[in-house]
């Protein structure tokens, strides 16, 4: 099946640090989900985006529908420990209930 | 709070045994799916379900089925469990709205080792 290109693959960041990552597709999409799943877990959403140059924010983190409906990002201000862990966004076609998914960004953040 | 529930965490089966694997939402949602993840390969859409009864192949449907006898609850069916089927499932459930304002919701995971 489909996924979608999500960057970058991995990073390590010192604790206090801001972080970004996003998504892109070659086609548009309705919604946009972004979820953090712990080793072992289910994902967790996180944030989710409705309309295109929506951005809403959960805590510290930040998250925007892009204009082109096509990308979406994600932003997490002054990195702590239990941001640890690997996230991934979600993106639903119009006219379908299947969403596809991103590739994951795996975080570690160093004390 | 939202709530897709599991019934097992981590299962241990035997090549050839039959696996249920039990999910149950309480957000009455229409749609219910089955995923399972493996590493470096995301997550693949396995079973489909969009109301009692009705389901839909997913990507890699083979070696599974699927029961939806009530909205519910979907079960996710290993008729005869093989190695290779080894991996993460997961169930997830969101609401029949195929527009802005359909979120999907995540259930916590099932560890199935076939060995």
């Known amino acids: 099946g489909q996924q979608l290109n999500q960057s970058p693959q991995s990073m390590f960041i010192q604790e206090g640090e801001d972080v970004s990552m996003n998504c892109t597709s070659s086609s548009i999409f309705n919604t946009w989900l972004w979820y953090k799943q712990d080793p072992g877990e289910g994902p967790v959403l996180l944030i989710a985006?409705?309309?295109?140059?929506e951005l809403t924010s959960n805590g510290r983190l930040t998250a925007q529908f892009g204009i082109t409906r096509k990308d979406s990002f994600l932003n997490i201000s002054a990195s702590i420990p239990s941001d640890v862990g690997i996230y991934f966004c979600?993106?639903?076609?119009?006219?379908?209930?299947?969403?596809?998914f991103g590739t994951g960004t795996r975080l570690k953040v160093l004390a | 709070d939202v709530k897709v529930t599991q019934s097992s965490r981590y299962l241990v089966k035997r090549t050839g045994e039959k696996v249920f694997l039990e999910c149950v939402q309480d957000?009455?949602?229409?749609?219910m799916f089955w995923y399972r993840q493996d590493p470096g390969l995301g997550l693949r859409l396995i079973y489909f379900?969009?109301?009692?009864?009705?389901?839909e192949k997913g990507d890699i449907p083979e070696g599974y089925s699927v029961s939806r006898e009530k909205k519910e609850r979907f079960s996710l069916i290993l008729e005869s469990a093989s190695t290779n089927q080894t991996s993460m499932y997961l169930c997830?459930?969101?609401?029949?709205?195929?527009?802005?304002?359909?979120?999907?919701?995540f259930g916590e995971g099932s560890w199935l080792t076939v060995v």
């Open positions: 979600a993106g639903l076609p119009p006219g379908t209930y299947k969403y596809i």
């Open positions: 379900s969009y109301d009692v009864k009705m389901k």
């Open positions: 985006l409705y309309k295109a140059g």
């Open positions: 957000m009455d949602h229409e749609n």
């Open positions: 997830a459930s969101s609401t029949r709205l195929a527009y802005s304002g359909n979120t999907i919701y």
